[in-house]
Each structure stands twice: as C-alpha cells, then as structure tokens.
C-alpha cells in the first residue's frame, strides 16, 4: 500500500472514532497504535511511550497549568465584579456602554488569563442580566459577551498559544507580542461595531441611569490597580526580557495566588482552595492527555512520511501559496465547529506550520491567525464552548438565539482576519520591535 | 454488591491520585518564582530549577489522567453520541473500550520496560544538572496504570448499568 492510502485511511480513522464521541486523547492514542502496528508491527510500540515522556518533560508546556491556576484564582477573587462595577459607574450613561464596559472588562481580563472560560462565565452571570434589565437588546448583549469572552485566548497569555509554541514549533514570546496586538485590533473592531448599533438603533442599547459622583467614580476605579499590576508581571515582564513565559506563568500563578488569599483573608473556605485546585487538575488533564494522544499520532504521521506526501501535494498543485493559505484557513474554520481547540492546534500545527514555513510565509503571522481560528472555534457552533457557557450561565437563553447573536461578531473576526492578511504587519510589528 | 465495592475503591484510588498531585502547581509556580528573583535579582540562576520542575510537572499530569477520566473531563466531541438512549450509549461507550484500551496497554508496557531499565541504570537528567530522572518514569506507568483501572471501572459501571441493576 502506498503512502497516500495509509495517510487517507489514518484520517478516516480518526475522523470516525472522533465523531464515535470518544475522548479526543484515546482517539489519537488508539488511531497512532493502530497504524503502528500494520506499518510496522508490534516492535515499535515502546516509542509511544517515550515520545508520551518526552512531551511530558517539555519545558514550555508547564506555562499551561500555571495560566489555568492563574485564571481560576483570579475568578475566585471576584476581580471581574469589581471591575464591572467600576466600569458600570463610567460608562453606564453611555448610549450601548454596558456593552462596551463587556468589551474593556474581556479585553482586560485576556490579558490576565489564558483561557476563555473566566470572562465569558463571569460577564455572563454579571454583565448579562443588567444588560437585559436596562432593556438592552438579548442578541446583542449575547454575541457581545460570547464573542468578547473569546478574545482570552488570542490576547495573552494564551493556554492555546503555548501548546501551539510546542506543537507548530513557533516563539512563544512572538506569538504573545502578536495576539496581542491582533486581539486589541479585534476587540476595537467589537467597539466599534457596538457604538455602531447604539447609533442605528438607540433602542437596542438604552443608557442606564448611574448617578454618581467623581469621587465615587474614582474610588471604584481602585478595581483596576490589581488587573494592571498583574498584566505588568507578566506581559510586561516578558516585554522587558525579564522573565521566559514560563516564568512569566509561574510569577502570575503565584501572585493570583496571594492577592486571593489576602483579598479573601479569613473569608475564603479551605473548599473554596480545595474547588481551585480540582479546577485547575482537571483542565490540565483533559489538556495534557490530548497532548499525549496527539504527540503520538504525529511521531506516526511524520514517520510514515505522510508530512512530506501533504507538503509535496499542496505545493505541487500550483494553486499558489495564498490559495493553500485560504484552504489551510477553511479548514480551521471547520475544524473549529466540530474539535476542542486543543485538539485542533496538536492535529493542525504539525502538518501545517512546515508547510507554511516552505511557502515563505512568517511564523508567527500564521500562528496568531491560528490562533484566531481557533478563537472562532469557541464561538461557531454546533461544537464552541462559549455558547455552552452562556447557556450554562442562564439556562433560559435558547441555544438556537445563542447561535444566532454571535454571527455578526464571527463575520467581525473574518473580517478582521482578511484585513491582517492585507496588513500582516498588525501582527508583525511589536514581535519584530520587542524580539528582532 | 463486591463488585461496587471494588469500583468505589477504584474511584476513591483515582481521586487519590489526583489529590496527592494537585499541589504541585503551587510548588512548580513557587520554585520558578525563586528562580526568577535568584536570576535577575542575585544574579545568580539556579540551574537545577527548571528541570526540577519539568519533572514535577510531568508527574502531575501523568497522575491526573485517572482523576481527569474519574471525573469524565476527558473531552469528546458528543454532539452525536448524547442525542442517543442511554443505552445505546452504555453500549457504544463498552464497544469503544477496546481502543481506549489499546493505547493505555501499549503506554503500560513501553512505560514499565522504560521504567525498568531507568531505575536499573538511575537515568539522569541531561546536563547541566544530572538530577535524577528515574522517578518520573515510575510515575507515568503508575499514572497510565491508575487511568486503566479507572477505564475498567467505568467499563463495568456500563455493563451493570446495560444488565439493570448498578448505578448508570
């Protein structure tokens, strides 16, 4: 049998066990052992387990249990609350300002954590009924906090990114630098898509009536001291050179970690600490064994050869690398309605990142916008974890409403996405100041 | 019934699992915070850290396997398989166990001759610290070891479950 068949039919295998609703991890683990065994027999089974090791051991990985850490801590310090109140007393006269408040709130909050889940959750139970109370309309106040809470990922630090610095074999220090950059870009397109509607339509947004004083207002804003001095340890840390980002993962855990026990001195239950690192073991898990199961299925892929058969095919159909660009772009997109990101980045990464390489393309430019794929992942159904966490967050909101609300904001993204592809710069320019 | 005892002894052994680990983030984040402060402060890195911790990091999530699928946080992409019957889902779940299996098996066995001549030959870390490495490899055969037998577990949880009687 030839390459080609064995590649096609390993795909097929995993696509079916995929859809099967195995856990993603034994999928790619039982699909890598499968064709090892035909290929080459049952004498190369022990490198399994080592590659598992090797994964195991790999330095920059340990960012990522350290930024879930980081994340449920500082859910548990009810930092996004008193962030919310503070930006509810500035903006809440504003035509659409909850709205905006949702964005600035998710904008800082990514930069804080490296997942999706703490700023659609909270912003869902907090953010989502004052909105509906001030009569603001129920779709945009949906699309705004789903797709807003999505930004956590592509502005860092970012959990995805890290597994991606891993599997694609990018900088992760660059990769930070260009979320960065491309997740503010996103999050003003959101902005303005949002003034945009109060303007057209001032019913969907009304204003709210906060009467405060100055004092009052400056007084609340004490709310976003801690948000910035946590951003400054860690990206700013990494801008500065002064720590990798691991270590820069290691300074946030730690000082989420202690602003929670101070914050909460004497009021937070050892079940409460207990509940944080329950949390965190079990997303590390889930995280971590996709990786594993992945790391295997690749060592048989690139060993087959199968990585070489794709690049030769790809760029031997001269269709032109930005028709491959499109096709590998098309294919997130769908990847992203159906996987878990993790899933996506451990199967997607190793086969397209040397071809990208091999076309002339930038690194990093392809694995930021990968990474904003994999952000749209999260939002396009039927498989986006964020609709799932609005649904959980008020369990009367229809699934079908959820879907429908975040479509102007997935066309935002596109949008956002064609333009960076015009303007690749937008990514490139603070990685290529910061790290030349 | 033995046999639920004998499966809530396993879920008890897979939570313990996971709880005798789950620290090691605190202390994996606290030794690098350390190095941070001994590098750029002291000027004075501490080269044994960041292997140290790569270590006990990999033992922590060779350990949470088994706490993770205790806890069915293992994710699968379900939009098919949950709009089925329950049963039909038992079964599907019992005709999967096999590939699940395949792949815990072969990490076992590769994982437990590694682990073997690690130990034998007290494998270390490569330069510049030569820690020992050795124990990690106890840990991922004993973790993957921990993960089979909660696997087993569920699977008979689904054949009790599929002949009445037993918790679903």
Known sequence: MNIEIITLLMFGTLLILIFSGMSLAWCLGATAVIFTIAMWGTASLPIMASRVFDSGMTYVLIAAPLFIFMAFCLEESGM??????????????????????TVVICVILAACTGITATATVT?????????????????????????????????????????????????????????????????????????????????????????????????????????????????????????????????????SFIYLIFK?????????????????????????????????????????????????????????????????FIMLFLLGMVLDPIGIIMIAAPVMSPIILQLGFDATWFGVLFIVFIQLGYVTPPFGYNLYYMKAADRTLKMGDIFVSVMPFIAIILFAVIFMCIFPQIILWLPSVVMP | MIIEKLLNRIDLLSEWGGKSVYTIVLIAGFFLCVEVVARYIFNNPIVWIPMATSLLCAIFYFMIGAYTLLFKSHVGMDIFSSKLSQKSQNILEILLFPLFALFIVVLLWGGYSEMIF????????????????????????????????QGIANLLRNILALFGGGEP
């Open chain 1, 80 to 101: 996004a609350e008193a962030l919310f109140g503070s930006l509810y007393l500035w903006c809440g006269k504003l035509r659409g300002g909850l709205a905006l408040a």
């Open chain 1, 123 to 255: 912003m869902a139970v907090i953010a989502l009924p004052r909105m509906l109370t001030c009569g603001y309309n129920k779709s945009l106040s949906i699309g705004v906090i789903a797709s807003s809470g999505g930004l956590g990922i592509l502005i860092p630090p970012s959990v995805p990114m890290v597994v991606l610095a891993m599997a694609g074999g990018q900088s992760l220090g660059k990769l930070f630098m260009g979320g960065m950059v491309a997740g503010i870009f996103i999050a003003v397109l959101f902005t303005i898509y949002v003034l945009l509607m109060a303007w057209l339509y001032p019913s969907y947004c009304p204003a709210s009536e906060v009467s405060a004083t100055l004092r009052e207002k400056i007084n609340a804003s004490k709310a976003l001291i801690v948000p910035f001095v946590l951003i400054f340890m860690v990206l700013g840390f990494i801008l500065l050179g002064i720590t990798t980002p691991t270590e820069a993962a290691a300074v946030g855990g730690i000082g």
């Open chain 1, 264 to 328: 909460k001195r004497g009021t937070i239950s050892r079940q409460k600490i207990v509940e944080i690192f329950h949390r965190t073991s079990l997303m590390s898990g889930m995280v971590f064994w996709i990786i594993f199961g992945a790391s295997c299925f690749t060592a048989v892929f690139n060993a087959l050869g199968s990585q070489h058969l794709i690049s030769s095919l790809l760029v031997g159909l001269d269709i032109g690398p930005w028709a491959i660009v499109v096709f590998f």
């Open chain 2, 118 to 149: 690690s130990v034998k030959i007290r494998e270390t870390m490569p330069p510049p610290w030569y820690g020992p490495l050795w124990p990690g490899k106890i840990f991922m055969v004993l973790g993957t070891f921990l993960i089979l037998l």
